[in-house]
């Protein structure tokens, strides 16, 4: 039976999901680039944000949610043939066409994601191809091994709102993308600086308020687990803006406005997987272990790995959506508010489950995500011309510039 | 006549302003420029990670005055753009060939 209240919940949760992709991801990436690639990084998230939406509705979510397979779906719900107008999600009280369409603001984002790893230098022809294969490829299957009754969701794997789902798969897809393709011209020692740190602000403070819907729409009910989950990610989230505050205070002297940001996301990034499970004391503690790590994870990679994964993707969103996901299991009883029962078997079975979660999953979506760019390079081509790299993405591959001076 | 060229810290605008004004000198033109002198560039960290600003931002002020005014205009300019920080910026005198105001058709000395 529809319940009102669930429904206008979760209708409203989609709306600010969708919104977290646009604008809110292009502004907290376009801001990060230089002011000649500022229409390349937005024209990328609404060119995936309309892919996305029609390869959903005629494959994905078939592959991620329909029949019951361990490894994938099946061809049963292809182009939405069974939906109808009264039909009610299973084991809800919602319309399935809201939940479709919710489902659909995950598919958006989680490749709009990625766009962090490749930003001024790859070719329009190559983010459409790579991002079209790779939420067939990646995204659905994983999305039907956790969420949609395969394999990892019969072994009791949790993932609230998507940290394996969503951010192990972007961030270690990032990883691979930014690796094959190679850095920009003169990474690391000659690298801009963002143009626009404000833009970054913007962005990052749109998602903060979208990522309520993004976990606590994930309860698919409006009730006490929305509430709590809606408590713990804005707990999480100002504590991780704390963290990279104090960091960089202690560290240069002067706390940034890009690093306070970059900690708001590294937070919710990492309490998304636990945030329907655990009460705002343990929220307070994820935002902390999830600041500090992500935050070392951001100067791993570029430093040590020297991968020019740009706006740090691995670094934020994969390293704190896994962080999120491994500590779930022994935060559950920390402090009041959590949910213990949730808990499949002890905390110690439950986080070996987490682990065969995450790690299958990076694995899966790194050895997909290196074959899909591979044919991605032998049929459009990976990356624009070096002439086409300087003069940048805006004028290069769209025509348009982002600021007229004068005029 | 001469042309005087002041780049200064963009910080200092109104005070180099100010100080030209009480000297009755009428108009200058402003302009946002970037470069590097002494300082370098400055650094900036975003993310952990280090960028160097090879090109920072500074004002180029300009200003043609009759030759007999130039070193007071000079002496203005750096009173009141002098920090005492390497970056203050530097001030350039040129000899100016020929000046029009456009309106009237006055040249030289009667057009500044």
Known sequence: ?407 | MKFIIAIVQPHRLDAVREALQDIHVDGLTVTEVRGYGRQRGHKEIYRGAEYSIAFVPKLKIEVAVPSERADEVVAAIQGAARTGKVGDGKVFVLDLLAALRVRTGETDVDAL
Not at chain 1, 359 to 387: E, F, H, M, P, Q
Request: some cysteine; overall charge neutral.
């Open chain 1, 1 to 407: 039976m529809i319940d009102g209240a669930d429904s206008a919940w979760l209708m409203m949760s989609t709306v600010l999901v969708l919104l977290m992709t646009l604008p809110a991801l292009g502004f907290f990436y376009a801001g990060l680039v230089q002011a000649k690639n500022v229409l390349s990084v937005f024209i990328q998230c609404v060119a995936i944000a309309g892919m996305v939406s029609l390869l959903w509705f005629a494959l994905g979510y078939s592959l991620a949610f329909s029949g019951r397979g361990d490894w994938l779906g099946d061809f049963g719900a292809v182009f939405l043939g069974p939906l109808t107008r009264a039909m009610v999600h299973p084991g809800s009280h919602v319309p399935e066409s809201v939940f479709v369409m919710f489902q659909m603001t995950f598919a958006i984002i989680t490749p709009a994601l990625i766009i962090g790893a490749y930003v001024e230098r790859i070719r329009f022809s190559a983010v459409l191809l790579f991002s079209a294969l790779w939420l067939l490829i990646v995204y659905a299957p994983v999305t039907h091994w956790i969420w949609g009754g395969g394999w990892l969701a019969q072994r009791g794997v949790l993932d609230f709102a998507g940290g394996i789902v969503v951010h192990v798969t972007a961030g270690v897809s990032a990883l691979v993308v930014a690796w094959l393709l190679g850095p920009r011209k003169g990474f690391p020692e000659s690298i801009h600086p963002p143009h626009a740190p404000w833009m970054v602000m913007v962005g990052a403070s749109l998602l903060w308020v979208g990522w309520f819907g993004f976990n606590a729409g994930s309860a698919i009910a409006a009730g006490a687990d929305a509430g709590m989950t809606m408590l713990a990610t804005h707990l999480a989230a100002a504590t991780a803006t704390a963290v990279w505050i104090a960091i960089e205070w202690i560290k240069y002297g002067k706390p940034s406005l890009v690093g306070a940001v970059t900690g708001t996301i590294a937070g919710l990034a990492t309490i998304t997987p636990a945030s329907g499970y655990v009460g705002p004391t343990a929220a307070v503690a994820l935002g902390l272990a999830g600041g500090v790590i992500c935050y070392g994870a951001v100067i791993l990679v570029k430093r040590r790995f020297g991968i020019d994964d740009s706006l740090d993707v691995l670094g934020v969103h994969g390293v704190g959506g896994a962080t999120g996901t491994l500590l779930l299991p022994f935060l559950v009883s920390f402090g009041p508010g959590g949910l213990p029962a949730a808990l499949n078997g002890g905390a110690g079975h439950q986080f070996a489950m987490q682990a065969l979660g995450v790690v299958t999953v990076a694995v899966w979506s790194a050895a997909a995500s290196y074959a899909i760019l591979k044919l991605v390079g032998l049929t459009v081509g990976l990356r624009v011309t070096r002439d086409e790299e300087i003069q940048g993405l805006d004028y290069a591959s769209h025509g348009e510039t982002a600021y007229h001076v004068g005029s």
